[in-house]
């Protein structure tokens, strides 16, 4: 297979289902940066339209360091724990059906929308609605974090830190060993900031499945509530912190009367009252930084297409340039004490650094 | 001559927002133009500015891994690195015109000398951190990294605004 069409997806999901199939829609989704990812609705003879998705790497590469198959399988393992996330259905590599080398895996798709409505239109009049959203996502990280990983068997897939105290040195050797592997410019700023960052590394509140890259364009909405949880693929095991600090948008300040209402540290406080954990804000801020690296080292893998020639897209042109460029420079406020883990953490927008 | 470079791809960037982006169907197409248009912007300042503010960055490089090179040659362990610390003393290729090419790929060889230097360098902070020769070498390489960031901001800063997909 090399082009998703209907009919190859309907001779793919006849053989699995021994039924007749009959693809409806079918439309690729467009914001999409680190893989393919197709939404399929299929109608089986006499029943209701079922809405599929399919995810595949992009054609010569992808973004990011982590397999497509470490993506299915944290889905997989997922799977009934009380986390929201779609049903996988199939990892597929069967020579039969990847004919161009790039196996898939496809998962139903959940009702819902990425995107919540007015949520960025700055009228007070949405303030609550602001307020309402960053609660419900922080309820949805306490479950996450207080799932039992290693009974979900997320100890085969990912290092495990030994105690609270090496979280951050266990995602800071993960990060760099990934570099090693495919460096293929130099990064000296990279090398400077990894000295700081085991200098500075935090003790964990507790040691956590994280979610990785979440927040808004990461998570399905429905009436206001979280009811699918995607984008795994930058899961780790860790200090909880981290996700925090990976958070787009919905922990931004929100003033309402010349209060905070909420924010980061209201968040916190949020998430200390629904776990029982209290995370530092200066944990957070850390985070922010290694969280620099992390994606900084996912999009220059992501670059590397565009050095060998192979898939010039623009995508990987911008996200090479202007997302490593913003992560550089918050390695360096740190490394050179403009920033402190003291200050108030800022909290990550959408646009500023984003690696899936 | 006219239309220079950069009126080229301004006249370019304008004709791709102003008639371009606005008939482009809703769905992946729109999203790339948006992608698209920040890109242009980003390639006509550094059209500009690069090939210049790279020279800089070089000259200014060289100069601390000469530095460096001299740190280390005070220090047994690290002198015995020589293809690490060497002197770097001259521009490479040939003196007179020199393209955004070269320029670019001397900053490629400096500056994987220098993450070399810095991991070195890190490696021996325990047993040479107290050294004040030492704690002003790393102080010059990260005032030199923060240089580098202020030089690429001017085809930064400028270049990316609205909606990037």
């Given at each position: 297979?090399?082009?998703?069409?209907?009919?190859?997806?309907?001779?793919?999901?006849?053989?699995?289902?021994?039924?007749?199939?009959?693809?409806?829609?079918?439309?690729?989704?467009?914001?999409?940066?680190?893989?393919?990812?197709?939404?399929?609705?299929?109608?089986?003879?006499?029943?209701?339209?079922?809405?599929?998705?399919?995810?595949?790497?992009?054609?010569?590469?992808?973004?990011?360091?982590?397999?497509?198959?470490?993506?299915?399988?944290?889905?997989?393992?997922?799977?009934?724990?009380?986390?929201?996330?779609?049903?996988?259905?199939?990892?597929?590599?069967?020579?039969?059906?990847?004919?161009?080398?790039?196996?898939?895996?496809?998962?139903?798709?959940?009702?819902?929308?990425?995107?919540?409505?007015?949520?960025?239109?700055?009228?007070?009049?949405?303030?609550?609605?602001?307020?309402?959203?960053?609660?419900?996502?922080?309820?949805?990280?306490?479950?996450?974090?207080?799932?039992?990983w290693r009974?979900?068997?997320f100890g085969d897939?990912l290092p495990a830190p030994a105690d609270e105290s090496q979280c951050a040195a266990v995602a800071i050797e993960r990060?760099?060993?990934?570099?090693?592997?495919?460096?293929?410019?130099?990064?000296?700023?990279?090398?400077?900031?990894?000295?700081?960052?085991l200098?500075?590394a935090p003790r964990a509140s507790r040691i956590s499945l994280?979610?990785?890259?979440?927040?808004?364009?990461?998570?399905?909405?429905?009436?206001?509530?979280?009811?699918?949880?995607?984008?795994?693929?930058?899961?780790s095991i860790g200090d909880?912190?981290?996700?925090?600090?990976?958070?787009?948008?919905?922990?931004?300040?929100?003033?309402?009367?010349?209060?905070?209402?909420?924010?980061?540290?209201?968040?916190?406080?949020?998430?200390?009252?629904?776990?029982?954990?209290?995370?530092?804000?200066?944990?957070?801020?850390?985070?922010?930084?290694?969280?620099?690296?992390?994606?900084?080292?996912?999009?220059?893998?992501?670059?590397?297409?565009?050095?060998?020639?192979?898939?010039?897209?623009?995508?990987?042109?911008?996200?090479?340039?202007?997302?490593?460029?913003?992560?550089?420079?918050?390695?360096?406020?740190?490394?050179?004490?403009?920033?402190?883990?003291?200050?108030?953490?800022?909290?990550?927008?959408?646009?500023?650094?984003?690696?899936? | 001559?006219?239309?220079?470079?950069?009126?080229?791809?301004?006249?370019?960037?304008?004709?791709?927002?102003?008639?371009?982006?606005?008939?482009?169907?809703?769905?992946?197409?729109?999203?790339?133009?948006?992608?698209?248009?920040?890109?242009?912007?980003?390639?006509?300042?550094?059209?500009?500015?690069?090939?210049?503010?790279?020279?800089?960055?070089?000259?200014?490089?060289?100069?601390?891994?000469?530095?460096?090179?001299?740190?280390?040659?005070?220090?047994?362990?690290?002198?015995?690195?020589?293809?690490?610390?060497?002197?770097?003393?001259?521009?490479?290729?040939?003196?007179?015109?020199?393209?955004?090419?070269?320029?670019?790929?001397?900053?490629?060889?400096?500056?994987?000398?220098?993450?070399?230097?810095?991991?070195?360098?890190?490696?021996?902070?325990?047993?040479?951190?107290?050294?004040?020769?030492?704690?002003?070498?790393?102080?010059?390489?990260?005032?030199?990294?923060?240089?580098?960031?202020?030089?690429?901001?001017?085809?930064?800063?400028?270049?990316?605004?609205?909606?990037?997909?």
């Open positions: 297979m090399g082009q998703i069409t209907p009919e190859f997806l309907e001779a793919y999901l006849a053989e699995k289902w021994r039924e007749g199939v009959k693809v409806e829609k079918l439309e690729r989704f467009a914001r999409g940066i680190s893989r393919e990812t197709w939404f399929i609705d299929i109608r089986r003879a006499g029943s209701a339209v079922e809405s599929l998705i399919l995810r595949r790497d992009l054609d010569g590469n992808s973004i990011g360091t982590a397999t497509l198959r470490f993506e299915y399988e944290v889905y997989h393992r997922l799977q009934g724990s009380g986390v929201p996330v779609a049903e996988v259905l199939w990892w597929e590599e069967d020579p039969r059906w990847v004919a161009d080398g790039r196996p898939f895996y496809l998962r139903r798709q959940v009702d819902g929308r990425w995107d919540v409505p007015n949520y960025g239109d700055r009228d007070p009049a949405y303030d609550n609605l602001r307020v309402e959203i960053g609660r419900e996502h922080v309820r949805k990280l306490a479950i996450i974090h207080g799932c039992d009974a979900l068997g897939l990060a760099y060993d990934d570099l090693a592997r495919f460096q293929f410019s130099p990064l000296p700023i990279i090398a400077e900031v990894r000295e700081w960052l200098d500075n994280l979610k990785g890259t979440n927040g808004l364009g990461e998570e399905v909405f429905r009436d206001g509530v979280i009811v699918a949880m995607s984008d795994w693929e930058q899961a909880p912190a981290s996700d925090f600090a990976r958070a787009q948008e919905f922990f931004q300040d929100v003033v309402i009367d010349g209060r905070r209402v909420w924010g980061l540290d209201e968040a916190l406080d949020y998430y200390a009252e629904v776990s029982g954990v209290r995370i530092d804000s200066s944990s957070v801020q850390y985070y922010r930084v290694l969280t620099g690296v992390e994606n900084t080292i996912t999009l220059h893998h992501g670059a590397k297409p565009l050095a060998e020639g192979s898939s010039p897209s623009v995508r990987l042109s911008w996200l090479a340039t202007e997302a490593i460029y913003g992560g550089h420079r918050r390695m360096m406020d740190a490394v050179t004490g403009r920033m402190q883990l003291t200050d108030r953490p800022r909290s990550a927008s959408l646009v500023e650094l984003k690696a899936s | 001559m006219r239309p220079d470079l950069l009126e080229v791809l301004d006249s370019i960037s304008w004709t791709f927002d102003t008639q371009i982006v606005p008939a482009v169907p809703p769905g992946i197409a729109t999203s790339l133009s948006f992608t698209i248009s920040n890109m242009l912007r980003h390639a006509r300042l550094r059209a500009e500015r690069e090939g210049e503010s790279l020279a800089e960055d070089n000259q200014e490089l060289r100069a601390l891994l000469n530095r460096i090179a001299s740190y280390a040659r005070g220090d047994a362990e690290l002198k015995a690195e020589e293809e690490l610390f060497a002197d770097y003393p001259a521009p490479m290729g040939p003196a007179g015109y020199r393209g955004l090419a070269q320029v670019t790929e001397e900053a490629t060889v400096l500056r994987w000398r220098l993450q070399h230097a810095i991991e070195r360098l890190q490696a021996v902070r325990d047993r040479c951190g107290t050294q004040p020769a030492y704690r002003r070498l790393r102080e010059e390489i990260r005032a030199y990294l923060d240089h580098q960031l202020e030089r690429e901001a001017r085809w930064m800063d400028d270049a990316f605004t609205g909606p990037r997909r």
